[in-house]
């Protein structure tokens, strides 16, 4: 599997870190939903309307539930003083335990109200109290619909815990985001193979426990436990890593956002990290939003950000000025706001194009924003997921007034397959982006000057502005990278056909960087 930048001990990492963020997520959801499954069933007038509330939060896409749960947890935290975690694995169980309340409080209620009165009348009779009877009648005749019900738990928990990637929590989904990004189909397949095998591994050793209690069978019961137990003895195993083990240094962790060139480069500032000395984890696929606050809050000490959507999200200023003046206004106001440093500009621009296929554009007489404004009725939109609910988009609409016949969001892979095959007329492409020369595609003019600049920048956290020789490792990447190199590099990852890894990628940028002359030395902003 190297051929894909993925060992099997990279492999078998993320299969450990999915089951025991799932295992802990299920385990969660009985602890709370068995004491509401009870109450629900005991209190029919409050049983209904708590079964409303869990049912109403299933219906909640599982990814904006784990993306809920990381604003409300760093809320918390500037609230209380506390050093509440707000990405990774609490945001993650939390959400994840929340999706596997409904089928285990279901359950737990059909269950207890599916006793035969009889026996309930008996267990009266004999004198029992409410809680010998739970313990002693209830709860051992319903016990396998209840495990039925976690059963399903447990079953969506392993799907849905692949989503955990995008609020940077370890699990199988990094290979499924990563793989769907880069084109590399065959990463996921093997995301979506080991997730799928994990669910079902999982389901068959709670089959033999739901079977054992229902037939009363000791060796069902005893297999499907001992199982059980295997499992999550695995989930704690030490999986050798070299560079963990044998490093004392303090771990850097990296963060990346959703697309190639973001990999691409996390990788190429881990490799700088590692060779100084550094222990390194990742943080990938990260939306804007998430990706800049878990810097400010400390959760993430290193990524790359643009100018122009630091500009637009983070300051909310709508005006465009020189890329200098925006950088110098960034580096101060990130500095006193969030106490971010931004060490300085990679060397090129990724900003967001307007971009057509050449004989399209031609054909239609488009040569800029303006003229595609003219035309935007008879045209189809495909974007990126961002996009239209960006600033920038409000600020095309504000001076260009385009009408599209429709306007479409899709992951940026899927965006440029929608202008390939037809289903889009116009993209809004990145201009560092190797697919833009591949599929000769051309870049619209923007005379009104809708669109900001997008230096592509390194941010580090107060913490690591203050390590001399974490800035000294970064900073020969400072003005290193030339637009044409960085495009090559984007291509190499993101073609079909003699199709490079992340980590291949971003070995062959390492050895094309540009050495910094004295003047792009001097744009550092620290």
């Given at each position: 599997?190297?051929?894909?930048?993925?060992?099997?001990?990279?492999?078998?990492?993320?299969?450990?870190?999915?089951?025991?963020?799932?295992?802990?997520?299920?385990?969660?959801?009985?602890?709370?939903?068995?004491?509401?499954?009870?109450?629900?069933?005991?209190?029919?007038?409050?049983?209904?309307?708590?079964?409303?509330?869990?049912?109403?939060?299933?219906?909640?896409?599982?990814?904006?539930?784990?993306?809920?749960?990381?604003?409300?947890?760093?809320?918390?935290?500037?609230?209380?003083?506390?050093?509440?975690?707000?990405?990774?694995?609490?945001?993650?169980?939390?959400?994840?335990?929340?999706?596997?309340?409904?089928?285990?409080?279901?359950?737990?209620?059909?269950?207890?109200?599916?006793?035969?009165?009889?026996?309930?009348?008996?267990?009266?009779?004999?004198?029992?109290?409410?809680?010998?009877?739970?313990?002693?009648?209830?709860?051992?005749?319903?016990?396998?619909?209840?495990?039925?019900?976690?059963?399903?738990?447990?079953?969506?928990?392993?799907?849905?815990?692949?989503?955990?990637?995008?609020?940077?929590?370890?699990?199988?989904?990094?290979?499924?985001?990563?793989?769907?990004?880069?084109?590399?189909?065959?990463?996921?397949?093997?995301?979506?193979?080991?997730?799928?095998?994990?669910?079902?591994?999982?389901?068959?050793?709670?089959?033999?426990?739901?079977?054992?209690?229902?037939?009363?069978?000791?060796?069902?019961?005893?297999?499907?436990?001992?199982?059980?137990?295997?499992?999550?003895?695995?989930?704690?195993?030490?999986?050798?890593?070299?560079?963990?083990?044998?490093?004392?240094?303090?771990?850097?962790?990296?963060?990346?956002?959703?697309?190639?060139?973001?990999?691409?480069?996390?990788?190429?500032?881990?490799?700088?990290?590692?060779?100084?000395?550094?222990?390194?984890?990742?943080?990938?696929?990260?939306?804007?939003?998430?990706?800049?606050?878990?810097?400010?809050?400390?959760?993430?000490?290193?990524?790359?950000?643009?100018?122009?959507?630091?500009?637009?999200?983070?300051?909310?200023?709508?005006?465009?000025?020189?890329?200098?003046?925006?950088?110098?206004?960034?580096?101060?106001?990130?500095?006193?706001?969030?106490?971010?440093?931004?060490?300085?500009?990679?060397?090129?621009?990724?900003?967001?194009?307007?971009?057509?296929?050449?004989?399209?554009?031609?054909?239609?007489?488009?040569?800029?924003?303006?003229?595609?404004?003219?035309?935007?009725?008879?045209?189809?939109?495909?974007?990126?997921?961002?996009?239209?609910?960006?600033?920038?988009?409000?600020?095309?609409?504000?001076?260009?007034?385009?009408?599209?016949?429709q306007a479409r969001p899709y992951s940026p892979t899927f965006m440029y397959r929608a202008l390939s095959d037809g289903s889009a007329d116009v993209i809004t492409a990145f201009s560092s982006d190797g697919r833009v020369a591949a599929m000769d595609l051309v870049t619209l003019a923007d005379p009104r000057g809708a669109l900001p600049h997008y230096d592509a920048v390194i941010l580090l956290t107060a913490r690591g502005a203050r390590d001399d020789r974490l800035v000294a490792a970064l900073q020969p990447l400072i003005g290193a990278i030339p637009i044409e190199t960085m495009r090559e590099a984007n291509g190499m990852a993101d073609r079909?056909?003699?199709?490079?890894?992340?980590?291949?990628?971003?070995?062959?940028?390492?050895?094309?960087?540009?050495?910094?002359?004295?003047?792009?030395?001097?744009?550092?902003?620290?």
């Open positions: 599997m190297h051929d894909l930048g993925l060992s099997l001990v990279d492999l078998l990492r993320l299969v450990q870190a999915h089951l025991f963020l799932s295992g802990c997520a299920v385990v969660t959801a009985i602890v709370l939903g068995l004491p509401i499954a009870i109450l629900a069933a005991r209190h029919r007038r409050l049983g209904a309307p708590l079964l409303g509330l869990i049912s109403l939060l299933q219906t909640i896409p599982g990814l904006a539930l784990l993306a809920l749960f990381y604003p409300l947890l760093l809320f918390l935290a500037h609230a209380t003083g506390l050093p509440i975690p707000a990405l990774g694995f609490l945001p993650a169980l939390l959400a994840l335990s929340v999706y596997a309340l409904l089928p285990i409080v279901r359950n737990g209620v059909a269950a207890i109200r599916g006793i035969d009165p009889a026996l309930v009348e008996a267990a009266n009779g004999l004198g029992m109290t409410g809680r010998q009877r739970l313990v002693l009648v209830e709860l051992p005749l319903g016990a396998p619909v209840i495990l039925a019900g976690i059963r399903t738990a447990a079953v969506w928990t392993i799907g849905t815990a692949t989503l955990a990637t995008t609020i940077g929590q370890a699990s199988l989904g990094d290979l499924i985001f990563s793989g769907l990004q880069t084109e590399d189909w065959r990463r996921v397949l093997i995301g979506c193979i080991a997730a799928a095998a994990l669910a079902l591994l999982v389901d068959f050793m709670l089959a033999l426990i739901e079977a054992g209690l229902a037939r009363r069978s000791r060796w069902r019961l005893g297999a499907g436990v001992v199982f059980l137990l295997l499992a999550t003895a695995a989930t704690f195993l030490p999986i050798s890593d070299a560079i963990r083990s044998d490093s004392p240094a303090r771990v850097i962790v990296v963060g990346a956002k959703n697309f190639s060139e973001q990999y691409i480069l996390a990788d190429l500032i881990e490799r700088r990290l590692r060779a100084a000395g550094y222990r390194t984890e990742r943080r990938d696929n990260l939306g804007s939003a998430i990706a800049y606050r878990a810097l400010a809050a400390g959760d993430i000490d290193v990524y790359v950000d643009y100018s122009g959507t630091l500009w637009a999200n983070i300051l909310r200023r709508t005006d465009t000025p020189t890329a200098k003046e925006m950088l110098e206004v960034l580096a101060r106001e990130l500095a006193r706001r969030d106490k971010v440093l931004l060490l300085g500009g990679l060397g090129f621009e990724n900003a967001y194009a307007f971009a057509m296929t050449r004989a399209r554009a031609q054909k239609l007489g488009i040569t800029n924003l303006a003229s595609l404004a003219r035309a935007s009725p008879q045209l189809r939109l495909a974007t990126d997921l961002e996009f239209l609910n960006r600033p920038e988009w409000h600020a095309v609409e504000g001076r260009y007034h385009p009408a599209f016949r079909d056909a003699g199709k490079w890894t992340v980590a291949q990628t971003a070995a062959w940028l390492a050895t094309k960087l540009a050495v910094p002359s004295n003047q792009n030395r001097s744009r550092a902003y620290h």
